[in-house]
C-alpha cells in the first residue's frame, strides 16, 4: 500500500457530508479519492476532484482503494462491508455495524479471516462532554459512579419522510448506538438490561421514543431518548458516592461540519457549556467544569495509523458487537417487557 492512503465513501447524506468526507480530507496521510453516490453533482460542489461512482462495485473496481468508509443505509452496512473485505480493503463501517446482530458478527468473522482492519465509527467516544466525564470519573472527582443517566433528546413532533425516520428499531437503533456504546467504554458490558420502546408520534414510522437501564452491581446506567421533548438540553447527570456531574448541551462538532466548517479550524470541538459538579454534602455549592476539546479528528488519525501498523484500532469490531448485543437485547426486552439477562 502506498503511503497515503486512498479513501473510498460510500454514500453521501449526513454520514458522508458531515462525519467521514471532512475528516477524511483533514486527516494527513488521507485522500478522498472516490464517492459512491447517485447525486454526482452534490459530491462536486464540496470535492470537485473527487471521483463519483454508482455503485460499491464500481468502487471496488478502482485499483487504489485502500479504504472504504461505509455510509450506506443501515440495511446495507453489512453488504457493502462484506464486498469490500472480500476485495482486501480496510473498512470503516457508520453506527449501526449492521441491521442485525448476526450480520454484525458475520463481518467481524470476514475481517479476521481476511486480515483486513475493520471498525466502526462510534464518535460519540471523542465528544467534548464525555472526555470530559471520563477524565473526571478517572480522577476520583465523583468518587463510585452509582447512576449514570445519558440523554440524546430532541424536539421533532412531526416525523420526516427520511428513511432514517423509518429504519428497523427507529431510535433505538439510530441513537442508542451513541449512548450504549459510551456506557459500555465506562462501565463495560452489564448483567442485564431492561429496555422500554415505543412510537409516540401520530404519524411515526417507527419508534421514536426508548428508555433503557443496563443492570451493573451497584449501579444503574439509564439511557434515554425522545424526540417529543421541548427542553432537551439535559445531556448528562451522574451520581456518585463523593458528587454529582450534570452536563447540558451536545457536542458541537456535528452542527459545525453541517455548517461547513473544516475540522482543525480554530475553536473546532470546543463546547462553550461547562459541566457542573456538586460535592456530597454541600448541596448548595456547585462549581463549573471545563470542557475537553472534542475531536472526532482522532478516530481518523487512529484509523490511519492502524492501517500503516503504527497503532491500535481506535473501535475494534469485538466492542461494537459488544453494542449490537445490547441493542439486541434490547428489542427482545421491549417486545417482552421483559428484563434480559446477558452470557458474559
Known sequence: MAQEIKVGLVGFGLGGQAFHAPYVTATPGMTLSAVVSSDSAKVHRRYPDVIVVPTIEALLGLP???????????????????????????????????????????VGRAADQAGTMLTIFHNRRWDADFLTLR?????????????????????????????????????????????????LCLFGMPEAVYVDIAAFRPDAPAPDYFHAILHYPGRRAILHAGKQVADHRL????????????????????????????????????????????????????????????????????????????????????EAINVMRILDAGLTSAKTGRRVTLEH
Open 64 to 106: 487504489d482503494i485502500d479504504l472504504v468508509v461505509v455510509s450506506s443505509p443501515d440495511a446495507f452496512h453489512a453488504e457493502h462491508a462484506l464486498a469490500a473485505i472480500c476485495k482486501g480493503r480496510h473498512v470503516v463501517v457508520d453506527k449501526p455495524f449492521a441491521a442485525t446482530l448476526a450480520e454484525a458478527e458475520r
Open 135 to 183: 477524565r473526571i470519573m478517572g480522577e476520583g472527582l465523583l468518587g463510585d459512579i452509582v447512576q449514570f443517566e445519558s440523554h440524546f433528546d430532541r424536539w421533532r413532533p412531526t416525523a420526516s419522510t427520511l428513511w432514517k425516520d423509518a429504519r428497523a428499531g427507529g431510535v433505538w437503533f439510530d441513537l442508542g448506538p451513541h449512548l450504549v456504546d459510551q456506557a
Open 235 to 318: 445531556r448528562f447527570a451522574v451520581h456518585g458516592t463523593a458528587g454529582s456531574w450534570i452536563k447540558q448541551g451536545v457536542d458541537p462538532q456535528e452542527a459545525a461540519a453541517l455548517a461547513g466548517g473544516a475540522p482543525n479550524s480554530a475553536g473546532w470541538g470546543s463546547d462553550p457549556l461547562s459541566g457542573t459538579f456538586t460535592a456530597a454534602g454541600q448541596p448548595d455549592i456547585a462549581r463549573n467544569i471545563a470542557n475537553e476539546r472534542g475531536d472526532y479528528g482522532r478516530f481518523w488519525k487512529d484509523v490511519a495509523a492502524a492501517i500503516r501498523g503504527e497503532g491500535r484500532n481506535p473501535v475494534p469490531h469485538g
